[in-house]
């Protein structure tokens, strides 16, 4: 039974993505720390075959993956009928349930959770939910795309070239020799669909280049190769949309060569400082691009923007724009809402309008951070996206 007095959170893990076990221990934060006196929460896992059970896990079973085989879980799906505004819960009797959902996280990461497709669904059932909109997660979500429109809007990124699979079979000794006479060495290979650093090479020579291609191939058909550059990585949250707020940039002190998935989710060996070893003007400069780039890409509520900062301390190159943060505790977008400095307003945005709860009234006021509302059809899709509080 469902409380009338509550707003219903959902609550997505999992995914069909190579980063499904991200998603299962950056959830267990959610369900860690949601206050429950304010919002009932439902848990949907989806499986790597693309199951979507609901389940009562914890967030212990979430991260080990023992939460699939739990008795108690049942097939769900979310309805993209907006008069059922919610979930359908199919029981293990034969009955189908309908759920009234006030507000989805999708906390997945990857395709099929991070590049627009549960966003359009959530956009077609009407439901709000956590994080960017339909477009800018497709952008952030592809490399190549989201390196395209930071030069158009003059934000400093590395040197960069993007092949498909089929130019790469066609002719992978003429990309090769693109890729060292535009980049020179060492290279960066990279999926252009994939987060967590999965599938990304650094590379020095032709034979490495031709290696770290096929393993970027197993994760995506599109490649991206960008120039190393020599500087200190260093990440920054930006929240909200009219205007957006940025943090102040924290460092990456990768225990790795470069910031690898195991040095980010398993060995732990990697540490974040906040704020990053630099100048005071080079901090403000910074968030200033973060901004640039989350308006760039169409971001609203909540995006973490990565930088290296040449030794020079010439401007920020800039790396990608996440716009659901894996959230880990050692990472740095859980760290930062502690640590901001003076809010930084990005470029202006039109007024975004307020949705409506299950009585119709608004519930602006009590709607987790970074919430669009996608029940009113409107193009300005964001209701109430939190800012950050002063310092």
């Not at 007095?5 to 893990?13: E, Q």
């Not at 075959?49 to 080990?64: H, P, S």
């Not at 030794?311 to 990608?320: L, N, S, V, W």
Request: proline share 5%.
């Amino acid at each position: 039974m469902q409380s009338a007095n509550k707003m219903c959170v959902a609550l997505l893990f999992g995914g069909m993505s190579s980063e499904h076990e991200v998603s299962c221990v950056s959830v267990g934060n959610f369900v860690r720390n949601i206050d429950r006196s304010k919002y009932e929460v439902l848990t949907v896992g989806i499986t790597k075959e693309g199951r979507w059970l609901y389940t009562e896990a914890t967030a212990e079973q979430m991260a080990d993956g023992s939460w699939e085989e739990l008795p108690g879980n049942m097939a769900c799906v979310i309805s993209p009928d907006r008069a059922d505004h919610g979930m359908i819960l199919f029981t293990p009797d034969g009955r189908v349930e309908k759920m009234h959902l006030d507000v989805v996280i999708p906390v997945l990461h990857g395709l099929w959770g991070e590049d627009g497709t549960v966003q359009g669904l959530l956009e077609l059932a009407g439901i709000a939910y956590v994080g960017c909109g339909v477009l800018a997660s497709s952008v952030c979500m592809d490399k190549a795309v989201a390196n395209a429109l930071f030069e158009a809007n003059g934000v400093p990124h590395t040197k960069w070239v993007a092949a498909n699979r089929w130019e790469i079979e066609k002719d992978l000794e003429g990309v090769c020799a693109g890729v060292e006479q535009k980049l020179g060495w060492p290279v960066f290979v990279k999926p252009a669909n994939a987060g967590s650093s999965v599938g990304i090479s650094k590379v020095s020579n032709q034979e490495e280049l031709k290696a770290a291609i096929a393993l970027a191939l197993e994760n995506d058909r599109k490649v991206v190769f960008e120039a190393f550059v020599d500087g200190q990585e260093v990440e920054c949250a930006v929240i909200g949309s009219d205007p957006a707020v940025a943090t102040r940039p924290g460092e990456i002190l990768a225990g790795a060569e470069f910031y690898t998935y195991d040095d980010k989710y398993k060995n732990g060996v990697s540490q974040t400082v906040i704020p990053a070893h630099l100048p005071e003007a080079k901090l403000d400069e910074v968030k200033t691009y973060a901004a640039m780039a989350y308006t760039a890409l169409n971001c609203e509520g909540l995006a973490r923007c990565d930088f290296f900062v040449e030794k020079e301390h010439r401007p920020g190159a800039h790396q990608r724009d996440q716009h659901l943060p894996r959230l880990y505790r050692h990472q740095y977008v859980p760290q930062a809402d502690g640590a901001r400095g003076p809010a930084g307003a990005g470029p202006h945005r039109p007024t975004d309008r307020a949705g409506s709860g299950k009585d119709g009234k608004s519930s602006m006021d009590n709607r987790p951070i970074g919430v669009f509302d996608s029940g009113s059809g409107r193009p300005d899709r964001c209701a109430g996206a939190a800012q950050a509080p002063a310092p």
